[in-house]
């Protein structure tokens, strides 16, 4: 069983930066990535950032140049730095654990572990 618990959701401007964070407990696979999804009313869900073993990373086209995903040593924890934040980011966010290697390619086929979410909006 996993348990991962997201902060760090909030309201902001567009333009202004949030970080959300999430801690990771219980069965974690290794060579497995964690990452942030999010979904949006009446919009699919969308994988949007990954991370393998605090290396390589995956973007979406949406958020690339503006994310950045981190992870610290012991695998567990995984941060998400928004920056430059847009109305159109307006989402719940989920953190993500044993995650597929294939997302790093952008293939979410499959969302692995997931916690509460943490709501992220952002006003024009």
């Known amino acids: 069983q996993v348990q991962l618990r997201e902060s760090g959701g909030g309201s902001v401007q567009a333009g202004g930066s949030l970080t959300l964070s999430c801690v990771a407990s219980g069965y974690i696979y290794g060579d497995t990535c964690m990452g942030w999804f999010r979904e949006a009313p009446g919009k699919a869900r969308e994988g949007i950032a990954a991370i393998l073993n605090g290396g390589s990373t995956y973007y979406d086209e949406s958020v690339k140049g503006r994310f950045t995903i981190s992870q610290d040593t012991s695998g567990n924890t995984a941060t998400l730095q928004m920056n430059n934040l847009k109305p159109e980011d307006t989402a719940m966010y989920y953190c993500?654990?044993?995650?597929?290697?294939?997302?790093?390619?952008?293939?979410?086929?499959?969302?692995?572990?997931w916690g509460q979410g943490t709501q992220v909006t952002v006003s024009s």
């Open positions: 993500a654990a044993n995650l597929d290697p294939r997302v790093l390619l952008g293939d979410w086929f499959d969302f692995g572990n």
